[in-house]
């Protein structure tokens, strides 16, 4: 007589032609064992001979007396891992706590607001915090627009605090341009209307300031890391001339207007 959870009973008899036989109650012996698990923190993973059972807590669950391999996982923390023995009617209380496989990362940087970068992706901008950085190597970069970007390979272990700075180096001169009320240009794109100071990365730009009825005034100028140039943009007026001449002679010397003036 078989059945899950019972050991397996053998029962031998002789039977005769036209007999009845009456067989005595078979009690089955219990083959199984009632655990408890725990762990901290809760809801872990449960795979019992890597089988998935559920999650912690898992409280009173019946299983076949025999040799077990138990494994938990959660996010973040190393897996447990063990083997032990179940005996008919065991009633063991497994509780386990995980060890984590994270650290915390801090980084911050001169200026701030700097992005920063981990393996390549952008997580945040400086100061920035993470207390549950997965324990590994990572290569982060700080950059910030204007400034040269800086990189450092970073080990992060379990449990404990990594602190990197990050200390910036400028990458720009300032342009003052003085242009009353013209509209100011610096490679074609507008930047502003009669006076304007901006900080560009080096290099050569070209300065525009347009007024109406006026020629463009246009100038090339090279920026260095640290310049400061002012430079003054006039546009010239757009002139002509025109003669007016006025019959019968005695109207000459009469007033002549042009848009009223």
């Known amino acids: 007589i078989k059945k899950k959870m019972y050991h397996t009973q053998n029962l031998t008899f002789s039977l005769e032609e036209g007999v009845s036989k009456e067989i005595p109650e078979i009690v089955l012996k219990e083959k199984y ?3 408890s698990i725990n762990s901290n923190p809760p809801n872990a ?8 059972i559920g999650k912690t807590p898992t409280k009173n669950k019946q299983v076949e007396s025999g040799d077990y391999s138990i494994n938990l996982k959660y996010d973040l923390y190393h897996e447990i891992n063990e083997n032990f023995t179940l005996k008919d009617g065991d009633k063991p209380n497994l509780a386990y706590n995980f060890l984590p496989a994270f650290g915390t990362l801090k980084i911050t940087s ?3 607001n700097a992005k920063v970068y981990i393996d390549g992706e952008m997580v945040g901008t400086t100061p920035y915090s993470n207390t549950k950085q997965l324990s590994e190597k990572y290569s982060i970069r700080v950059e910030k627009e204007l400034w040269l970007g800086d990189e450092k390979n970073v080990l992060i272990e379990d449990d404990k605090t990594t602190e990197k700075h990050f200390t910036l180096i400028k990458n720009y001169g300032t ?19 009669g006076n304007i100071s901006q900080n560009l990365t080096p290099g050569k730009y070209t300065v525009k300031a347009t007024l109406d009825k ?19 943009l006039s546009p010239e007026p757009k002139l002509g001339s025109i003669t007016v001449m006025s019959k019968p002679l005695s109207t000459k010397g009469a007033e002549i207007f042009v848009n009223g003036k």
């Open 110 to 112: 001169q200026p701030t």
């Open 45 to 52: 993973v449960i795979y019992l001979n890597n089988k998935r």
């Open 214 to 232: 006026h020629y463009d005034a246009t100038k090339t100028v090279f920026i260095q890391t640290s310049d400061k140039q002012e430079i003054t």
């Open 33 to 35: 064992a009632v655990i």
């Open 175 to 193: 342009l003052t341009v003085n242009s009353p009320n013209a509209n100011i240009y610096i490679d074609n794109k507008k930047m502003g209307t």
